[in-house]
């Protein structure tokens, strides 16, 4: 069985300035093993993704090929007649200079080469599309019976509904602007309160939520086989190229999400989040507990 996320342990820690501290069994067992195992799969999604994208490294929108006219976002190098080559990154209508960092590499020779990204950023770091391909794909499954695992088992224990879905008092305005203001202002929930997470917290995870399942089907709409069985799911998003952008976007936000967490791990407290991601504890003051609650506090 299980341990229930918001039982209490008899367990005191040693005394600090700031009071006796208790143990509180924040996350189960199995949300701490598919946390890991999700950080593991992406670990190895997105570089092994962006060797992938080495191979073409523009996006379009609709059914679009290589067709420099419709392409909505690229990364490429050009070099003139007996010029240095000069790396850019065209978004829309604007183009940027990145020399050095993204479409014209410096190699281990000191010469520039037509490279998206460099080395260290791709898996395997020299190019190798199926390569890549192999490490992206069996981790793309491993990644899909995890996040099944995870959310089967929080909606058996309610985890779902009843830590990451917020409110109706959490959705109120006054409640999201006084949660921003805390969190400008790095006031971060104490005692009972840090048990559980914030409205921001609960947001920006339904938001993932949303994420990972478009992130699955338009991976599924760029590949062939899968366009044969599912002919429907490429019309879903009107074109293979919809969906590589899509997916593109979408693997981006993820990324953008994974910056804030682990800033915002560091900032409250980086032992104690993680011992409650590895041990499933998390100490807080008892001194706290008769503290009024932060206004992000559920």
């Known amino acids: 069985m299980t341990e229930p996320q918001s039982a209490l342990l008899d367990q005191p820690l040693a005394r600090s300035r700031r009071g006796e501290k208790k143990l509180v069994v924040r996350h189960a067992l199995v949300t701490r093993l598919t946390h890991w195992m999700n950080a593991l799969c992406i670990l190895i999604l997105l570089p092994s993704g962006l060797q992938i994208f080495l191979a073409h490294p523009a996006l379009y929108w609709g059914q679009y090929g290589a067709d420099s006219d419709h392409r909505a976002f690229e990364i490429g190098s050009d070099q003139p007649d007996g010029g240095a080559m000069t790396g850019f990154l065209r978004l829309g209508s604007k183009k940027f200079d990145t020399t050095g960092y993204l479409g014209a590499i410096r190699n281990a020779d000191g010469d520039y080469e037509d490279r998206a990204f460099p080395g260290w950023a791709t898996l395997p770091s020299e190019r190798s599309l199926a390569e890549g391909r192999r490490w992206h794909f069996f ?6 019976g995890n996040l099944a695992i995870y959310f089967a088992f929080g909606l058996a224990n309610g985890h779902l509904r009843r830590d990451l879905l917020p409110s109706r008092e959490q959705l109120r305005p006054r409640a999201l602007l ?9 006031k971060f929930p104490r005692g009972e309160a840090a048990r559980q997470y914030n409205p921001l917290q609960k947001l920006a995870y339904v938001g993932i939520g949303l994420l990972l399942p478009l992130m699955i089907l338009t ?3 760029m590949s062939p086989a899968m366009d044969a069985i599912l002919p429907g799911l490429v019309e879903l998003f009107e074109g293979r190229q919809s969906a590589r952008t899509i997916h593109f976007i979408s693997a981006s936000l993820i990324v953008l999400f994974i910056i804030v967490h682990v800033v915002m791990v560091a900032l409250a407290g980086p032992i104690n989040e993680m ?14 507990e008769d503290e009024p609650h932060a206004a992000s506090a559920p």
């Open 139 to 144: 981790f793309a499954w491993l990644f899909v």
């Open 219 to 221: 991976g599924l709409a």
């Open 275 to 288: 011992r409650s991601m590895i041990t499933g504890k998390l100490a807080i003051s008892k001194e706290e």
């Open 178 to 186: 006084a949660d921003l203001r805390d969190h400008l202002r790095l």
